[in-house]
């Protein structure tokens, strides 16, 4: 009876072995496809992001205006001017460069009016500051709060002027996108360097501009995460008015 009872015990002991076993391998199995899952999805995700740079800079490439003097170009109804980012109250270098060169085309006549084109309320109204403080004079002047990235200053500036022809102030950097997406969505709009000085991008900058034109493909054929804002439900405002 002994005999027999450690006999089932040492069978129940090698089952109990067999069953862990074969629950690690299992268990091996099952990560080594999800992290083959994952590599796969990151080398699909890259070469896709890879593949809309490659379209975004085939499509914009070429299409930065560069100039001696303002007298040399074709006249337009406004300058638009997408936000570049603010922290703790101050404008980025490249927002205050684009509207320096606005302010510039205002000054020499090339449009009647300049948007400034902010992220959020803070960025737009910086931008408002800077531009009076320029010399612009408030009428001239517009105010959009809901220009999250490009795509959406565009947008909302064509709803707000539709068909009119316009300068987009941006970097080198950011031209292509910029155009590719003028383009996509048919604005009249022509990209004008506010490069006013040479600097080198960063790494992080030129990696950052593969996922925004992956982005740039979506939104350009429709395929955006959000919508602009309506300027009807959230107005583009004219400083000559109540600027709120």
Not at 14 to 33: E, F, P, S, W
Not at 75 to 99: M, N, W
Request: proline residues 3%; neutral net charge; hydrophobic residues 40%.
């Amino acid at each position: 009876m002994k005999k027999q009872t450690v006999s089932q015990t040492r069978n129940t002991c090698r089952a109990q072995r067999n069953d862990v076993a074969g629950a690690t391998r299992r268990y091996k199995r099952v990560v080594v496809l999800a992290v083959g899952i994952v590599i796969a999805a990151t080398l699909a995700l890259c070469a896709f992001s890879l593949a809309c740079y490659r379209q975004v800079q085939g499509m914009g490439n070429g299409t930065l205006v560069y100039y001696e003097y303002a007298g040399e170009l074709p006249t337009a109804s406004y300058i638009l001017v997408p936000g570049g980012g603010a922290k703790e109250g101050e404008l980025s270098l490249q927002s205050r460069y684009r509207l320096m060169r606005a302010a510039e085309l205002y000054k020499e006549g090339v449009a009647e009016k300049v948007v400034a084109s902010g992220g959020d309320a803070e960025e737009a109204l910086l931008m408002r500051d800077a531009l009076l403080a320029m010399g612009l004079p408030p009428e001239a002047l517009w105010v959009d709060k809901h220009g999250e990235d490009t795509y959406a200053s565009i947008c909302r500036a064509v709803q707000l002027f539709p068909d009119e022809r316009f300068y987009l102030c941006t970097q080198e950097q950011y031209a292509s996108r910029a155009a590719y997406l003028l383009q996509k969505l048919g604005a009249n709009g022509i990209c004008i360097n506010a490069d006013l000085v040479i600097y080198q991008t960063p790494f992080i900058g030129r990696l950052r501009e593969y996922l925004a034109a992956t982005k740039a493909v979506l939104d350009g054929n429709g395929l955006a995460f959000s919508r602009p804002g309506d300027v009807g439900q959230f107005p583009i405002i004219c400083c000559g008015g109540d600027e709120g």
